[in-house]
């Protein structure tokens, strides 16, 4: 009987935990079934591995990084006497999760192949589909925005962070897949289940990665591929649509979620939820009246926790806006120089190989700029495995490239 390695176990573990996901029990904040996992295998591998994990210079950076986090908002809130305690303490939760994923991904990624790690989440997105299916089969076909009438999955964080776990699911079914009759099927059905949620930042993120991932590859013929697929997509969506007579329903609702503002029929405020309000909101009644310790360092992990319009908020919504005011903006220039550097990899060692992971690095960086998932205890630590994957899968190609200029 063959064995399965702890690195290729902890990966399906962490997985598969998205689709299983549940609260464990409720106390100052939900803790989720997720988190525990993630806690444990943290646990198990540095018991059994330490000096392997930690021998890795990026994670111990990653280490400092957190800690130096922690220490400014433990410090925000001694300064504050103690406001917002309760808020700064989950999202210290929800960071020191996102960092352990991101220590015990650096470790495994680099032990399990690609190969098995694409197809488990194809599956795992299957299980996040029936999932969502049996808990809310109502809402399955409503093709509505509507709170109470559209697909909700708070399992997986809300609508909006459940349509970026299935969008990656089409990118990988696009860009990995090579069987071409495969390569269809499983694109269209994850597109399919991705339109039904009617998130227009994961819709709008899949199409622009789409083509940029097309021009980014080094064969032109995935762009022909690409265009050929959203003709048979396209044309199969309008024949399903007319034969279950939602034609009507899906032009409607395309017009008011989509199209709308470029009609005038909805407001630029109304397109946005309300997104351009909070950032103005939080600029102008909460980061210009930071210190200077505020301004560089931050205001803590949970310090956004403000009420525009009646309505209370926790992000901004743009992950840029989120960190210099959490964070501070040494930490946000330091990320931003982190992304440019991840990007400049990516297209130094332009290959077919990375077509995929390419895909999965534009679609979650999009999401950035409209969704707060990071900050989503349930699934916002997917983002610390995929960086992992990038900076393993990346160093690996300079190494190659080393030793065949070598020889």
């Known amino acids: 009987m063959k064995k399965i390695s702890l690195p290729k176990l902890s990966v399906s573990l962490l997985l598969l935990s998205l689709p299983l996901n549940f609260i464990a029990f409720s106390g100052l904040g939900n803790v989720y079934s997720s988190t525990l996992l993630i806690f444990t295998l943290f646990l198990l591998l540095v018991s059994v591995r330490f000096k392997r994990i930690f021998s890795k210079s990026d994670v111990l950076l990653s280490v400092v990084i957190f800690i130096s986090l922690l220490l400014f908002t433990i410090l925000n809130v001694l300064f504050d006497g103690g406001h917002g305690l309760k808020m700064q303490l989950i999202f210290a939760v929800i960071y020191f999760q996102s960092f352990l994923v991101f220590i015990i991904s650096y470790y495994t990624l680099d032990k399990v192949k690609w190969d098995y790690i694409f197809k488990l989440y194809l599956f795992v997105g299957l299980l996040l589909f029936l999932r969502m299916a049996m808990e809310e089969p109502q809402n399955l076909f409503g093709f509505s925005a509507i709170r109470g009438e559209r697909i909700e999955a708070n399992f997986a964080g809300a609508v909006n962070n459940f349509a970026l776990l299935i969008g990656l699911c089409v990118i990988i079914s696009f860009f990995y897949i090579k069987n071409k009759t495969l390569k269809i099927i499983f694109s269209i059905a994850s597109l399919f289940v991705l339109i039904l949620t009617m998130s227009r930042g994961a819709l709008l993120g899949t199409i622009i990665t789409f083509f940029l991932v097309a021009f980014y590859d080094t064969d032109s013929k995935t762009l022909k591929n690409l265009l050929r697929i959203s003709a048979a ?57 930071s210190s200077i310790f505020e301004f560089l360092f931050g205001h803590g992990m949970g310090s956004i926790e403000f009420t525009v319009n009646g309505a209370p908020y926790e992000s901004s919504h743009n992950i840029f806006m989120d960190f210099a005011y959490r964070n501070g903006v040494l930490f946000l220039l330091s990320y931003m120089f982190f992304f440019l550097y991840l990007l400049y990899k990516f297209i130094q060692y332009r290959s077919k190989e990375n077509l995929a992971l390419f895909g999965i690095f534009v679609f979650l960086h999009f999401e950035l700029l409209v969704n707060p998932y990071l900050f989503a205890v349930q699934m916002g630590w997917i983002y610390s495995f995929f960086l992992a994957g990038f900076l393993i899968r990346l160093k690996a190609q300079r190494n190659k490239n080393l030793e065949s200029s070598i020889l």
């Open 233 to 289: 997509i396209s044309f199969i969506a309008i024949v399903g649509l007319f034969y279950f007579d939602k034609i009507d329903l899906v032009v409607t609702t395309v017009q008011d979620r989509f199209l709308g503002v470029f009609s005038g029929e909805a407001s630029v405020k109304q397109f946005s939820s309300g997104r351009g309000i909070i950032l103005s909101d939080i600029y102008n009644n909460h980061f210009v009246h």
